[in-house]
Antibody, heavy 119, light 107 residues
């Protein structure tokens, strides 16, 4: 059974960089059929797609965040990562990592991790 | 970006009711439409993909229909465990935008 688990600091200061890692177990991240992505949910709001990566390194970002976001993959560790720089309080959210099929849904998700931006 | 608009934003229903949620895309997305159920403190769960395909393990009371720009999620007989927020998402192009959500509450 595929499992995804987010890890990283739960508190980040304004103007600093938010860094999260998603560890994938029970399957290989190096599959041509899947993309690995990040989705967030600010408190009281809906789901916001951040971006995704293929194991080959091809990345796709939400234009609303593109200037601040980097998603990378480490196939040797079977994990992928999110970096969001110059954060503000508006970046406070539960961050989920998830697998997506090509042209299809996000079918496996991590449990989510709350990241709060505050001094 | 493709904008996804759900209606209603919330609804109150009773156990056993038939519930219908609609989702409209700002441009055609063929059948690249997914539906998720989201409960507080849990990860979203995919119910329907490619507009009408039922995800493995999802009860048959959930169904989806539509193509092009207009889509529908139907719960044929609402059960207590179905009270949640439902989101549509287009997977036609990036960014893979979500609708704003529909909260299904107990009447």
């Amino acid at each position: 059974q595929l499992q995804l688990q987010e890890s990283g600091p739960g508190l980040v200061k304004p103007s600093e960089t938010l860094s999260l890692t998603c560890n994938v177990s029970g399957g290989s991240i190096s599959s041509s059929n899947y993309y690995w992505g990040w989705i967030r949910q600010p408190p009281g709001k809906g789901l916001d797609w951040i971006g995704s990566i293929h194991y080959t390194g091809s990345t796709y970002y939400n234009p609303s965040l593109k200037s601040r976001v980097t998603i990378s993959v480490d196939t040797s560790k079977n994990q992928f990562s999110l970096k969001l720089n110059s954060v503000t309080a508006a970046d406070t959210a539960v961050y989920y990592c998830a697998r997506a099929t090509s042209g299809g849904p996000n079918d496996y998700w991590g449990q989510g991790t709350l990241v709060t931006v505050s001094s | 970006d493709i904008q996804m608009t759900q209606s209603p934003s919330s609804l109150s229903a009773s156990v056993g009711d038939r519930v219908t949620i609609t989702c409209r895309a700002s441009q055609t997305i063929s059948s690249s439409l997914n539906w998720y159920q989201h409960k507080p403190g849990k990860a979203p769960k995919v119910l329907i993909y490619f507009a009408s395909s039922l995800q493995s393990g999802v009860p048959s009371r959930f169904s989806g229909s539509g193509s092009g720009t207009d889509f529908t999620l139907t719960i044929s007989s609402l059960q207590p465990e179905d009270f949640a927020t439902y989101y549509c998402q287009q997977s036609y192009s990036t960014p893979r935008t979500f609708g704003q959500g529909t909260k299904v509450e107990i009447k």
